[in-house]
């Protein structure tokens, strides 16, 4: 079993910028990809950002590209989501995810384990 805790959401100012981390215990992730995806208000969850488990093969979703950037350092068990631009449309529960694949993880039907979640609000 893996326990995925998330971090780093709040209030922010557009424009302005958050640092989530996630980090797993019980088992460790460095066998899985990893991915973000995002639930906002009345709207279904959706893929944010993936990596594969070296660290290689990055891919986000068109309306974060060029704003967020996934990391990850399988020595800590964690994965980090750099959002940088923030905007009031990227208003969301943040959720971090642990997939079989080593490659990528960009469905919620591939997603083995869920983190809680982590809020973040952007103000206009």
């Known amino acids: 079993q893996v326990q995925l805790v998330e971090s780093g959401g709040g209030l922010v100012q557009a424009g302005g910028s958050l640092r989530l981390s996630c980090t797993a215990s019980?088992?460790?992730?460095?066998?899985?990809?990893m991915g973000w995806f995002r639930q906002a208000p009345g709207k279904e969850r959706e893929f944010v950002a993936t990596?594969?488990?070296?660290?290689?093969?990055?891919f986000y979703a068109d309306s974060v590209k060029g704003r967020f950037f996934i990391s990850r350092d399988n020595s800590k068990n964690t994965v980090y989501l750099q959002m940088n631009s923030l905007k009031p449309e990227d208003t969301a529960d943040y959720y971090c995810a642990a997939g079989s694949s080593t490659r990528s993880l960009r469905v919620r039907s591939e997603v083995d384990y869920w983190g809680q979640g982590t809020q973040v609000t952007v103000s206009s």
């Open positions: 019980g088992r460790t992730l460095s066998s899985r990809a």
């Open positions: 990596i594969s488990t070296s660290g290689i093969s990055i």
